[in-house]
């Protein structure tokens, strides 16, 4: 049976609440920051210069090919941060030492053990379906741990758990101002079917492409899985990350968007680089709907 937690933040860190426009400011890899409904909120930091490497496990390392879009001391007040799984591509070693160790982290358990083994005191464990209310004086925010795979059969038992994560923003009066999806590092694979089913009308999907190989074997989706992702959760526009970063990354954008061109769905896709910002409306579903995804 799933569960529900609640982080109160009563003074998000932006000062500000804004219920009908937001953005996804997209830092590089699978780093953005998202602004909207009054939270502030970072995922998978990453940090790491072009020509740093990071630890992928197993002693195994990848070279950055990138800069990210500013330096870690740049980064703005954060209510909390989202991680998908604990990988050096996604939690590195300038973000062990430089992010604040009491910030809210809400990610996997396997990940949360991890994170206090270096210092970090506020890690909040989802297992798949289980969800965090992250509460302010004026709005809500429901993050929902959704079912992801990093690696194809047996190989993915050597990899760490990972998490998607479905965000369900609200205002006081019950009604879901927009629905949000980060994919994570995940494959295409069969319980992401149950996705739709559970929260349909997604109206943003930020998706993790690169066709990231490890030993030769596909742990990310690439432009085939990626183009299949769509088809799966249907969301209004999607939003490619986690690209192009990495030496590990075999897949590059490019092939994700002439995949999109010859799939016919150009007009669902927005495609950023580093520093570059999405900026979105609300859209508003009828007061007292509820935001679980049922």
């Known amino acids: 049976m799933s569960k529900e937690l609640t982080l109160n933040v009563s003074s998000p860190v932006s000062g500000t609440t804004d219920l009908d426009r937001g953005s996804i400011l997209f830092v ?6 998202i602004r909207f409904a009054g939270f502030t909120i970072l995922t998978d930091p990453n940090f790491l210069h072009a020509g740093d490497h990071a630890h992928i496990g197993y002693g195994m390392t990848t070279e950055r090919l990138t800069e990210p879009a500013f330096d870690i ?3 703005p007040p954060i209510d909390f941060c989202i991680l998908s799984h604990y990988h050096g591509d996604h ?11 009491d910030l809210p982290i809400i990610t996997t358990e396997h990940a949360v053990s991890e994170l206090e083994k270096k210092g970090f005191t506020h890690g909040i464990a989802l297992d798949t379906w289980d969800s965090v209310v992250v509460r302010s004086n004026e709005t809500a925010v429901r993050i929902t741990s959704m079912p992801g795979q990093h690696g194809p059969g047996i190989v993915d038992f050597a990899l760490p758990p990972v998490m998607g994560s479905m965000l369900d923003f609200q205002d006081t009066d019950g009604s879901r101002l927009l629905r949000m999806y980060i994919t994570g590092d995940t494959l ?11 929260f349909p009308d997604v109206d943003l999907m930020v998706m ?3 066709g990231t190989r490890v030993m030769g074997i596909l742990v990310t989706m690439d432009d085939e899985q990626g183009i ?3 088809r799966v959760i249907e969301p209004g526009t999607t939003i490619p990350i986690h690209y192009n970063d990495y030496d590990v990354f075999k ?13 016919g769905l150009t007009d669902r896709v927005f495609y950023l680089t580093h520093g570059e910002s999405y900026e979105f409306q609300a859209k508003r579903h009828q007061a007292g709907k509820s935001v679980t995804g049922n």
């Not at 590089?28 to 920051?33: E, K, L, M």
């Not at 295409?188 to 559970?198: A, Q, V």
């Open 188 to 198: 295409i694979h069969d319980d992401l079917n149950e996705i739709p089913k559970r």
């Open 251 to 263: 897949s590059p954008l490019e092939d994700f968007q002439r995949a999109v061109e010859k799939a």
């Open 91 to 101: 939690f590195d070693q300038i973000v062990e030492e430089k992010l604040q160790k």
């Open 228 to 230: 299949e992702m769509m």
């Open 73 to 75: 001391d740049a980064l």
């Open 28 to 33: 590089g890899t699978a780093t953005v920051i």
């Open 208 to 210: 993790h492409l690169g």
